[in-house]
């Protein structure tokens, strides 16, 4: 029985032509259904991701359909980092619960790059990306290459070098077999180069080598410096050190392996750090100074951290005190070869900064206040310079604007200890 013979009214009309319209019943109909979520239009999306900080929201976004996931890698709206504990702990700036990745707890770590968490072992180091699960394989610190081949510890450290000056003239061949040598900082340049500061304390050496192979390579007897920190910029590599001079750092490729190596390190930059940096007051404080250089809307900053602190009275067994922070930031003027202190960072600029990773982001879209430098204290186990009254670290939070400094999160907070020291920020990907 049709339809219409059961007293149905018709779906269908003939119109003029001949052709079956739908009845207006059911245009109506298809006007009220809801169209598929996977349909939902770039610009809306883009609007949801903007209110998606997070990289566990983001991940979530993305897991709904296929569509999603091409949006989400389209729009390229960087979340906010992580805050990286060496425990296997992790923050999320917008909340204030710890959290664990599920199946691997990521502890242990003994650096950061980027997205990647760096570990150590005997055979070898290697990154895991949290995120995505992916690894890379890195030499050990044991098994570096040679530049020249033959380089000896027996040589002279300097040339012309005499025995009075050797000692200030310290080489890779003096530190290389140290029990404590580690990797200060790391940095992923490109798919095909690795970079690294590998030395004692505060001293160390540029290592390069490509991801999964077998060795490192360094320049024998190139003087180790107090490297603060590196960075590749706009297809260089640049290093500071403590003087505040701005190195480039040329590389070249091994003929015979076509691995990368240091070719030569030139100075871009002199410093002019203020004398007054290496004096003690009278009312016994001092200035400890800590480099960064981070990459910021096309121009390359170095920002100098002051840390006042205490020195005790004679006679007294009492450690040195930490006290305030004080931040400067300078952008590197490449055609005149000089530093050039910048007032604003934007507002909606912020720089994360840390010894392990530094990074800036727009924040504008996240309801973050800008024109501020995030930090953490990222000391380093082995050469502290002072100590704390506080038991707790966390981060802080530096107005530019204002030029003072607040806590972050009175609820993110983890206890100042050596196991600790590692804190880092990590930097998700969408991909």
């Not at 691995?259 to 750090?273: K, S, T």
């Not at 800590?290 to 020195?311: A, H």
């Not at 590197?332 to 202190?341: C, I, L, M, N």
């Not at 995030?374 to 502290?384: A, I, K, P, R, S």
Request: charged share 20%.
């Amino acid at each position: 029985t049709t339809a219409a013979a059961a007293g149905a009214a018709p779906t269908h009309r003939r119109g003029t032509d001949g052709e079956s319209t739908p009845a207006p019943e059911e245009k109506k109909s298809q006007l009220l259904s809801p169209s598929p979520w996977s349909a939902l239009p770039l610009d809306l999306a883009s609007l949801v991701l903007s209110l998606l900080p997070m990289y566990a929201d983001r991940a979530c976004f993305a897991a709904v359909c296929p569509q999603w996931r091409a949006a989400a890698r389209q729009l390229q709206i960087p979340p906010l980092p992580l805050l990286a504990l060496p425990d296997g702990t992790f923050y999320s700036l917008m909340y204030d619960k710890p959290f664990r990745f599920p199946g691997c707890g990521f502890a242990g770590y003994e650096n950061v790059c980027g997205s990647w968490l760096v570990f150590s072992r005997d055979d070898g180091c290697f990154m895991v990306n949290p995120f995505s699960r992916a690894t890379v394989t890195l030499p050990a610190l044991s098994s570096v290459r040679l530049r020249p081949p033959n380089a000896s510890a027996k040589s002279k450290w300097a040339e012309g070098g005499s025995v009075e000056s050797a000692n200030l003239y310290i080489t890779w061949m003096r530190i290389n077999k140290a029990d404590n040598l580690r990797i200060s900082k790391l940095i992923l340049c490109s798919p095909n180069l690795v970079a690294a500061l590998v030395g004692i304390g505060p001293f160390s050496q540029i290592l390069m080598c490509q991801p999964g192979a077998l060795s490192w390579s360094v320049r024998a007897y190139d003087r180790i410096e107090d490297f603060q920190d590196m960075s590749f910029f706009q297809g260089k590599l640049y290093a500071i050190a403590k003087d505040e001079n701005l190195l480039v750092v040329n590389i070249s490729q091994d003929h015979s392996t076509g691995d990368p190596q240091v070719c030569r390190i030139g100075r871009v930059i002199e410093g002019d750090c203020p004398p007054w940096y290496y004096g003690v007051f009278e009312d016994n404080s001092q200035a400890s100074k800590k480099l960064y250089l981070v990459e910021s809307g096309g121009m390359l900053l170095m920002v100098r951290r002051t840390i006042w602190c205490q020195f005790p009275e004679p006679g007294t067994d009492v450690e040195i005190m930490g006290g305030q922070n004080e931040f400067e930031v300078f952008e590197a003027d490449f055609e005149h070869s000089r530093w050039v202190k910048v007032l604003t960072l934007g507002d909606d600029q912020v720089l994360f900064l840390g010894r392990r990773c530094s990074r800036s982001m727009s924040v504008s879209q996240y309801g973050l206040p800008g024109d501020c430098i995030f930090f953490l204290d990222d000391d380093e186990d082995n050469c502290l310079e002072y100590a704390y009254d506080e038991e707790n670290s966390s981060f802080g939070v530096y107005s530019m604007r204002f030029r003072s400094i607040h806590s972050g999160d009175p609820n993110i907070s983890w206890k100042r200890c050596a196991e600790m020291y590692l804190a880092a920020w990590l930097f998700p990907e969408d991909r």
